[in-house]
């Protein structure tokens, strides 16, 4: 049996023998905070060494890209209306602003090794749901809030990430680097897993959903923790009291 106060110092007598039959031991759990291992971009035995949108390009179908050129205003469109689509894309290189389009009811899973060019990579996933879109770099890729990016970015072997320009993921950015600074204004929405890496917020980067990093380092945090306790304070006598008696 269990006792417990009932009121001031009487207790009250439990019995659990009822619920003996229901006792469940539990494994034993544990987290680990290591950067999770990361499929290798698959084999694909369709090959095309140089692939740019002077055309309106559609890949609907697994291609292995040596370089994807995209210097021209014609529409480039991932279409998953068949299967997952599997894209690994050795170079991109995008020099001319144009907004790539993701179609079907399908999951794009992108891989990029190298990025070069002038232009930022703009990607519409039309179905807003970011489990439809997954890409894994091995080179730094410019998103921008002007077109937000409903998926996934994982960003693997990149040793710092800076971000030069304002981007919008609704999502997540996960990554092994050691340092992720976003200076400007840039946005996610979801999870920023960077379990190694010194973040840095500046400007009015921002994180709504779950962070995970090494350290964070952003003005704006300590600002509302330094207004809520000034709050806090105010509007408890007891909190002044205590304060009063330390200092």
Request: hydrophobic share 40%.
């Amino acid at each position: 049996p269990y006792a417990y106060p009932l009121y001031g110092t009487d207790y009250y007598d439990v019995s659990y023998t009822e619920y003996a039959d229901k006792d469940v031991e539990l494994a034993e759990t544990s987290y680990d905070a290591a950067f999770p291992n990361l499929a290798d971009a698959p084999a694909i035995g369709n090959y095309t060494a140089v692939e740019s949108n002077n055309k309106a390009l559609l890949i609907d179908q697994d291609i292995h890209i040596g370089k994807l050129d995209i210097k021209k205003s014609k529409s480039v469109t991932f279409n998953t209306g068949s299967g997952d689509l599997h894209v690994v894309i050795d170079t991109l290189n995008i020099t001319s602003w144009l907004v790539m389009q993701v179609t079907g009811a399908n999951t794009l899973y992108l891989y990029v090794n190298d990025y070069t060019g002038t232009q930022p990579v703009l990607i519409d996933n039309t179905s807003n749901d970011p489990g439809r879109v997954y890409i894994v770099a091995h080179d730094y890729l410019p998103l921008h809030a002007s077109v937000p990016f409903y998926g996934n970015v994982v960003y693997t072997g990149v040793a710092g990430i800076v971000s030069p320009t304002n981007f919008s993921i609704i999502g997540s950015l996960i990554t092994d680097a050691s340092t992720v600074s976003l200076p400007n204004n840039d946005g996610l929405t979801g999870l920023l897993y960077a379990p190694n890496a010194a973040v840095t917020l500046g400007g009015s980067s921002h994180v709504t959903g779950r962070l995970v990093a090494d350290s964070l380092n952003n003005s704006l945090v300590t600002l509302l923790l330094n207004d809520l306790c000034h709050i806090f304070i105010e509007q408890n006598t007891h909190a002044r009291l205590i304060l009063s008696r330390i200092l």
